[in-house]
């Protein structure tokens, strides 16, 4: 399948694309977003995109979707991005955007192991050069561990019961495949669970996924490097689909804009930042249907005064 940008126009509307700034997409997939963007450059603007993915760069290369000269291209996490712009010579920019999670091409190639509904090897390392996949957490992770990673990542209750049935399991033999940890995971939970709607593994999987790929603290780290390298009325614009991320994102713009009052000192703190928008934007009802990806995204925006 292909992928289908979410909230693509109403995001590139936040961005006020100025015609001759540099601008940074962090997340380039297959380049939606970026396509929409660069349409509102003129070729003295530059647009810096990131993907840890190297198929997603090199698919947008080969299609390619942003044929341009002022496009730069960077295979590299984007935790390390003040690091990574410095290198290039940019010590600002004028807005930078970032659609978290995965891409549907990468949920659809059982070979990269997201899928729940495909069998692959249990893989999910959205950097193929990443040392640590999903196989080694759940053949190597001691019981408290996998505990923690499915309570926290995926809020699943039953993660004592399956973590106690996977230790079971990789005893006979290591599990290597979705599908065994899928069966694995359907054997941990009672009747009810099984019966309610919703795939019983998503929870399990979306919480090794976000383990492997470390997905909340380079989301924090990106944060807190994004907002020191936007220029005056620069904007940063953030795409999530999971709460734990949209909690992330909310509360780290809200203490940026946050109007600070020291009460022994008359003077009040102005703050460097202002909320683009008061709540989460999500997706209309016409996008969801075409859509169900979109059905769980919230953008949330920052600008700098
Ligand atoms: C939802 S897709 C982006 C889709 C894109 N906006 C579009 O319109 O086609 C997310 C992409 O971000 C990449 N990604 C996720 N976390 C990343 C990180 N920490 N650093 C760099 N890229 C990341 C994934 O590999 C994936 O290709």
Do not use: W
């Amino acid at each position: 399948m292909d992928h289908k940008s979410v909230l693509l126009t109403e995001l590139i509307e936040l961005l006020e694309v100025k015609p001759h700034g540099v601008y940074v997409d962090l997340t380039l997939g297959r380049g939606g977003h970026s396509k929409l963007l660069l349409e509102n450059l003129n070729s003295d603007g530059t647009l810096i995109v990131f993907d840890k993915d190297i198929v997603a760069i090199n698919e947008v290369k080969v299609a390619k979707t942003l044929n341009q000269d002022n496009v730069i291209f960077i295979h590299q996490d984007f935790r390390h991005l003040k690091m990574t712009l410095e290198e290039l010579g940019y010590q600002e920019v004028d807005g930078i955007i970032a659609d978290l999670g995965m891409s549907s091409p990468q949920v659809d190639d059982p070979s990269r192991g997201f899928s729940y509904q495909e069998d692959g090897p249990l893989d999910m390392r959205m950097n193929q050069n990443d040392r640590v996949t999903a196989r080694e957490i759940v053949n190597t992770y001691s019981y408290q561990q996998l505990v923690r990673v499915f309570y926290e990542y995926g809020d699943e209750k039953y993660a004592p019961q399956i973590a106690k049935r996977l230790i079971l399991a990789r005893d006979i033999h290591p599990i290597t495949t979705t599908f065994e940890l899928v069966t694995i995971v359907k054997n941990a939970l009672p009747m009810k669970e099984l019966a309610k709607k919703g795939h019983p593994a998503k929870k399990v999987f979306q919480a090794l996924r976000i383990e492997v790929n470390d997905e909340l603290n380079a989301l924090r780290e990106m944060l807190s490097d994004a907002t020191k390298l936007l220029k005056r009325n620069g904007r940063l614009l953030v795409i999530t689909f999971q709460e734990d991320e949209d909690r992330i994102v909310k509360q780290f713009f809200n203490s940026l804009a946050k109007v600070k009052q020291n009460r022994y000192d008359p003077h009040t703190i102005v703050p460097e930042f202002k909320l683009l928008l008061r709540h989460a934007l999500t997706p209309s009802e016409a996008e969801v249907s075409q859509n169900h990806r979109s059905k769980s995204a919230h953008l949330r925006g920052i600008i700098k005064k």
